[in-house]
C-alpha cells in the first residue's frame, strides 16, 4: 500500500470517531476504501441524453434505506449512525436531512461524509461543492473537501492543491471548532508534501503536535519535511523513531536507506532498502538500476531522439550522468532542492548571458540511482529519463517548475 493510500485508509477509517480524520488506529469495523477516478471533464450537449450508467455502478443508483432516527432529528441520527460505522443509515439519514433543508450546509456536508466513507468519491464531490455553496466556511464541509482530494484520491498535483486549500481555508475560518484544528492542519502538511512545499508542510506539522504530541501521521510528515528541506541529521533522528511503526516502518527504513545512501555507506543503505521492500513490496519494487555505462548510453540515445530544435539548444551544453545530487546543488536554491530530483539544469537560460565565472555556463545532469527509483522496469525507466530531459531543456529555455508543470513536465 503506498503512503497515499495507507494514509488514506487510517484517516477514512478513523471517520468512525466523528467526521474529522482521527489519529487513533483504525476500528477493524469500518471497511477499507477503493480510490476511484473523478469524473471526466466533459459534459453531454443539451441534445444529447447521458448515457446510462454501466451495469457495475448500477449498485450505487438503488434507493437509499428509510432513515430510522429513533425520535431524533435526522442530522443527529446520521452522526450517530456514522460513530458506529454504519454508514449506508448514515448516508440515509444525512440525505433526508438535506430534503427536510436543502440549504442546510451541515446535512449536505454530511452526505459528504458519509458518501466518501463508502468509497462514493464523485458523489461525494458533489455533496461537499453544495454544501461549500450554500456556506463557503462551513468547517466540516471544507474539512471533509480537503482529506477527499489530498488524501483519498489518487495524488494529482490539481487534487492536491485544491486539498490545501480547502485545509487553509477550514484553518483561517474563525467559526472552525478547536477539535478540528489538528485535523485541518494533518491534512495541509499531507498536502504540500506532495506538492513539494516542505517548508508548508513542516509548518503544519507542528500546528498538529503542539496538540497531539504523540501523532504518528504528523511525526512523518514533519520527517518526510525535514528531508526534503535537507535537514538530513533531523530526518535520520525522526525517521528512526518511526521505524517501529507497523503502518511507517516501510517508508521510514526507505528513508533512512536514502539518507545513508548519502553518505556513501552503501551496504547499510542496501540492508534498509531491503527491509523496506520486505515489508511493502508493490510500494519499493526493485529498481531497474543499470550499470553506470549502460546508464550513460541510454542518455546519449535520449539526446539523440530529441527534435533538432532541442538539439540545437543543447549545443554546447554538455548532458552527464551522476548518481545522486550533491549537497552543494541541493542547497544553492532556497528552499533546497529535493534530494529525489530526477535531473537538474545548472545556469542561466538561454536568454540571459552567462557571468564568465564557469566553463561551461550551462549542463544538464541526470541521476542514476533516483531516476532508477521512479521507474519499475527498463521500459519505464528510458521514458523517464526523456521526460526528465525534456524537463531540464524546459529550464534551460527559462521556464520555471509551475510552467512545466502546467505542461505535464513535472
Known amino acids: 500500500m503506498s503512503r497515499r493510500g495507507l494514509l488514506a485508509f487510517c484517516l477514512i477509517i478513523a471517520a468512525c470517531k466523528r467526521g474529522p ?50 425520535g431524533a432529528a435526522p442530522l443527529d441520527a446520521s452522526r450517530r449512525y456514522f460513530e458506529e460505522g454504519r454508514f449506508e443509515e448514515a448516508l440515509s439519514c444525512a440525505a433526508q436531512a438535506a430534503a427536510l433543508e436543502p440549504d442546510l450546509a451541515a446535512a449536505h456536508a454530511e452526505r459528504g461524509v458519509a458518501l466518501a466513507a463508502l468509497g462514493r468519491e464523485p458523489e461525494a464531490q458533489l455533496a461537499y461543492a453544495r454544501a461549500l455553496a450554500i456556506d463557503p466556511g462551513d468547517p466540516s464541509a471544507l474539512l471533509g473537501s480537503a482529506h477527499l482530494y489530498a488524501v483519498q484520491l489518487s495524488s494529482t498535483r490539481e487534487r492536491d492543491e485544491l486539498g490545501a486549500l480547502y485545509a487553509e481555508r477550514g484553518l483561517s475560518q474563525p467559526n472552525t471548532p478547536p477539535e478540528l484544528i489538528p485535523h485541518l492542519a494533518l491534512v495541509a502538511a499531507m498536502a504540500f508534501n506532495d506538492l513539494g512545499q516542505a517548508e508548508s508542510s513542516l509548518a503544519h506539522s507542528a500546528i498538529v503536535l503542539a496538540r497531539n504530541p504523540g501523532s504518528r501521521e504528523a511525526l512523518y510528515e514533519r520527517a518526510l519535511a525535514l528531508f526534503e528541506l535537507c535537514r538530513f541529521r533531523e530526518a535520520r533522528t525522526a525517521f528512526t523513531s518511526l521505524v517501529d511503526d507497523p503502518e511507517r516502518a516501510a517508508h521510514a527504513h526507505h528513508h533512512l536507506g536514502l539518507l545513508l545512501e548519502r ?12 527491509k523496506a521492500r520486505s515489508l511493502a513490496p508493490d510500494d519499493f519494487p526493485e529498481p531497474p538500476l543499470p550499470a553506470e555505462e549502460d546508464f550513460r548510453a541510454e542518455v546519449v540515445k535520449a539526446v539523440a531522439e530529441l527534435p533538432k530544435d532541442m538539439r540545437g539548444d543543447l549545443d554546447g551544453v554538455p548532458v552527464t550522468a551522476e548518481e545522486l545530487p ?46 532508477a527509483r521512479a521507474a519499475r522496469t527498463p521500459e519505464e525507466l528510458r521514458e523517464q529519463i526523456r521526460v526528465t530531459l525534456l524537463h531540464e531543456i524546459g529550464h534551460l529555455r527559462g521556464e520555471d517548475d509551475e510552467e512545466l508543470a502546467a505542461r505535464g513536465l513535472e
Not at 469500518?30 to 457495475?56: F, H, I, K, N, Y
Not at 542547497?331 to 564568465?356: H, K, M, V, W, Y
Request: proline share 17%; aromatic share 4%.
Open 21 to 70: 480524520p482521527a489519529f487513533e488506529a483504525p476500528d477493524a469495523s469500518c471497511p477499507a476504501v477503493t480510490p476511484l477516478s473523478a469524473p471526466g471533464a466533459g459534459a453531454p450537449s443539451a441534445s444529447v441524453r447521458p448515457a446510462p450508467p454501466p451495469e457495475d455502478a448500477t449498485h450505487r443508483m438503488r434507493p437509499l434505506a428509510v432513515c430510522r432516527s429513533d
Open 263 to 274: 553518505e556513501g555507506k552503501w551496504k547499510q543503505a542496501q540492508g534498509h532498502f531491503d
Open 326 to 371: 550533491a549537497d552543494a546543488d541541493l542547497l544553492a536554491n532556497q528552499p533546497p532542492l529535493s534530494p529525489t530530483i530526477l535531473g537538474l539544469f545548472r545556469g542561466p537560460p538561454l536568454a540571459e548571458p552567462c557571468d564568465g565565472s564557469e566553463v561551461p555556463c550551462r549542463s544538464v545532469v541526470l541521476y542514476r540511482r533516483n531516476l
